[in-house]
């Protein structure tokens, strides 16, 4: 099987806003800039939002960038050193526990391998309280920003560095001073409650896409990855590779995505790959089809990145 496979079933297996990695204690990671008084300073009305860099390696996370950050739209951006890396922006409910968000993991991960009734109505629960608000993956020796807009509240961000999937690390957002405009006039692609992907089918290579959970109602999270394709690939032998029925020797190595979004939610993702043909993904568990994921109950598109 392609090592890139492998590396996206390790990937699905620590996705889910990473969430598995709320098992593991809070973040281990060397922090570069990690003051609060680095996120109270005015931000310029033409700059960029302000950024926070994650560089993932095997063992290590180093932070470049505060944590306490003004409200407004912010760049969350991962660094993938060794292998593929994926960075996770979520939010609790009111209620809702770090202890009871470990059970709810504990039976996501098991859903992925066994399905199960009980493990789903688990992940229906944590989908219910737990807000999620995009992310980034980049493949090895790549880059891939999220760029978010946040109101004042705490968040958590999570890596997938290490056993059993991650870190957790704390993200504050204050009222502040941050008139940093988001992306304008770049190409949308929506995630639908018929668990299809509508907008954009071509895309630049190196570019930034608006990525939109469009389901009006529910708790269902969805994800759109980008992973490259040989020409003429069919949407049906992406889906049967994931249901595993195919022997993936149409995949190539060229990878990005944002990770998922709750209903309403969307984010922007800057990524630079390889132009080619690629298949649009949604690799999180379907918690109505328990032991099956998204892409494999048919939520895949074709697209062309040139």
Not at 78 to 98: N, R
Not at 116 to 138: C, F, H, L, P, S
């Amino acid at each position: 099987m392609h090592v890139m496979l492998a590396g996206l079933r390790t990937v699905c297996a620590t996705s889910a806003v990473a969430l598995v990695a709320a098992v593991a204690p809070m973040g281990t990671a060397t922090a570069v800039e990690s003051a609060p008084a680095a996120a109270t300073k005015a931000v310029d009305k033409k700059s960029s939002p302000p950024m926070v860099t994650f560089t993932i390696s095997e063992d290590r996370t180093v932070i470049e960038g505060a944590l306490t950050q003004p409200a407004g739209p912010l760049r969350l951006r991962v660094l993938a050193e060794d292998e593929d890396h994926l960075l996770s922006l979520f939010q609790f409910k009111p209620g809702y526990t770090v202890k009871q968000m470990r059970a709810d993991t504990r039976a996501l991960g098991r859903m992925y391998r066994e399905g199960g009734e009980d493990n789903a109505k688990a992940v229906k629960r944590m989908q219910r309280n737990t807000i999620t608000y995009g992310g980034a993956n980049a493949s090895m020796g790549s880059m891939a920003t999220a760029i978010v807009n946040l109101k004042p509240g705490n968040y958590y961000i999570s890596d997938n560095v290490g056993p059993p999937g991650g870190h957790l690390y704390k993200l504050k957002i204050v009222p502040g001073n941050n008139p940093a405009p988001l992306p304008k006039g770049v190409p949308v692609i929506k995630m639908t409650g018929d668990n299809e992907y509508k907008g954009a089918s071509r895309l630049p290579a190196t570019g930034t896409v608006e990525i939109v959970n469009a389901m009006r109602k529910g708790h269902e999270w969805l994800q759109a990855a980008f992973l490259e394709v040989q020409p003429g690939t069919t949407e049906e032998q992406v889906a049967n590779l994931f249901r595993g029925t195919g022997d993936g020797g149409f995949v190539l190595s060229g990878y990005a995505g944002g990770d998922t979004l709750s209903p309403g939610n969307r984010q922007f993702l800057k990524y630079s790959v390889e132009p080619g043909t690629y298949a649009l993904i949604c690799f999180f568990p379907d918690p109505n089809n328990p032991g099956s994921t998204y892409v494999a109950d048919g939520m895949v598109r074709i697209i062309t990145m040139d």
